[in-house]
């Protein structure tokens, strides 16, 4: 079992940045996959980046390439999304996610726990 706690989002101005942080409890911490989706206003969610177990590949969904960067700290049990150069578009509740069998994965329906989730809103 993992329970997710996400934590860091508010309200910022276009251009301006933001840190999401992720805490995860559970011995095991380390052998999960973890990921980062998000879910606008009468949107359907979708995926945001991704980070494998070890933390040594990352993926990310085109729009947020080079302004997001996920992490992790398997020590302290910490999944990170750094939020740069942010756009009204970016607005939207931002959910962690780890999966059990699955490292580095764009699907939801492939992460088994879910926190939350952190509200995101970038005002123009």
């Known amino acids: 079992q993992v329970q997710l706690v996400e934590s860091g989002g508010g309200l910022v101005q276009a251009g301006g940045s933001l840190r999401l942080s992720c805490a995860a409890s559970?011995?095991?911490?380390?052998?999960?996959?973890m990921g980062w989706f998000r879910q606008a206003p009468g949107k359907e969610r979708e995926f945001v980046a991704a980070i494998t177990w070890t933390g040594d590949w990352t993926y990310y969904r085109d729009s947020v390439k080079g302004r997001f960067t996920i992490s992790r700290d398997n020590a302290k049990k910490m999944v990170y999304l750094q939020m740069n150069s942010l756009k009204p578009e970016d607005t939207a509740v931002y959910y962690c996610a780890a999966s059990q069998y699955h490292s580095g994965s764009s699907t939801g329906g492939e992460y088994d726990y879910w926190g939350q989730g952190t509200a995101v809103t970038v005002s123009s």
């Open positions: 559970g011995r095991t911490f380390s052998r999960y996959g």
